[in-house]
């Protein structure tokens, strides 16, 4: 069974930056595609971005583009999310995924 735990989160002022991290074990495959979901309170969640294991070009919520950067590190079956410029409106929980795998999720809070 495939398990994920992300790390990263924390308190970060309006423009300032985190990254965030996510560890696959169990039955994982280089072959999945990984996503980074968010959800903020009272807001349905939402994919923020994902990244597969042939594409070239990742792809993420307009909102994020150019903010954000998802990379994964096959060998160490990690999967990252440099978040840059951070907004208030990015503060949420954020989870990675991996077909039916969710993590627990990881609190990010933008703020001064």
């Known amino acids: 069974q495939l398990q994920l735990v992300e790390s990263g989160g924390g308190l970060v002022q309006p423009g300032g930056s985190l990254r965030l991290s996510c560890v696959a074990s169990?039955?994982?495959?280089?072959?999945?595609?990984i996503g980074w979901f968010r959800q903020a309170p009272g807001k349905e969640r939402e994919g923020i971005a994902c990244?597969?294991?042939?594409?070239?070009?990742?792809n993420y919520l307009d909102s994020v583009k150019g903010r954000f950067i998802v990379s994964r590190d096959n060998a160490k079956n990690m999967v990252y999310l440099q978040m840059n410029s951070l907004k208030p409106e990015d503060t949420a929980v954020y989870y990675c995924?991996?077909?039916?795998?969710w993590g627990q999720g990881t609190q990010v809070t933008v703020s001064s």
């Open positions: 169990g039955a994982f495959t280089n072959y999945y595609t």
């Open positions: 995924n991996v077909e039916a795998a």
């Open positions: 990244i597969s294991s042939v594409d070239v070009s990742p």
